[in-house]
């Protein structure tokens, strides 16, 4: 989970074209992943097979649909769910898409120990529900981003013990060493899992 704050600006109005004319700009934005689920643009190789959003389906409002505003950045699968769905404007306490220029999402969501969303609010219960964000492709990703980050602080422990060996106990150098074996075990039997786990059925990504 790494979202983030999407700061948006009418001075960036582009003064020409249309908003698929600006899917480039909207990339960066957005940090170039998904606003609603927050998986980079990597995982589903590059910016071509990420869609723009309109927060504000252009079927309900065609005013906005040139309107940078209006604009985000969002994987296929979020945004095949989300469609023209718009239960109403952003509230916290009733079913609705909240504004990611206006909120974090980080703030909206907690990690259970399952690697599930949960919603701590209303809005951010619907948005769960309804894009699906505890489909199994995205929980192993934050279980690989958890063990990943683990694999980090091993790497920098192992640095620090080695510049101290001569000073320390072998033996802490060691439990680092057995440490690091297993976390990259984990990762390579989610990687495994991930190649046999299909993100969604079919059924689920064409729900109405």
């Not at 589903?44 to 906005?64: C, N, Q, R």
């Not at 489909?135 to 602080?153: G, H, M, P, V």
Request: with cysteine.
């Amino acid at each position: 989970m790494n979202w983030k704050l999407i700061i948006k600006d009418k001075r960036n109005q582009p003064p020409h074209g249309i908003y698929s004319d600006w899917k480039n700009q909207i990339a960066k934005e957005c940090f170039n992943q998904c606003v609603y689920c927050s998986i980079h643009e990597a995982q589903f190789g590059g910016i071509d097979h990420y869609h723009i959003d309109h927060f504000k389906p252009k079927s309900i409002f065609p005013a906005l649909i040139n309107d940078i505003l209006n604009l985000f950045y969002a994987c296929p699968v979020c945004n095949r769910f989300k469609s023209d769905d718009w239960p109403g404007n952003p509230n916290l306490n009733s079913p609705s898409y909240i504004d990611p220029s206006k909120t974090n999402y980080s703030n909206l969501f907690e990690l259970k120990d399952n690697f599930e969303l949960n919603g701590k609010y209303v809005a951010s219960r619907y948005i769960i529900l309804r894009l699906y964000l505890n489909r199994a492709q995205l929980i192993f990703e934050r279980r690989e981003a958890l063990w990943r980050s683990q694999e980090i602080k091993l790497r920098k422990t192992i640095n620090d013990l080695i510049v101290q060996i001569g000073n320390n106990d072998p033996k802490y150098a060691l439990e680092a060493l057995l440490s690091v074996s297993m976390i990259y075990s984990n990762l390579l039997d989610l990687e495994q899992k991930k190649r046999e786990i299909r993100p969604y059925e079919l059924l689920d990504i064409r729900r109405p």
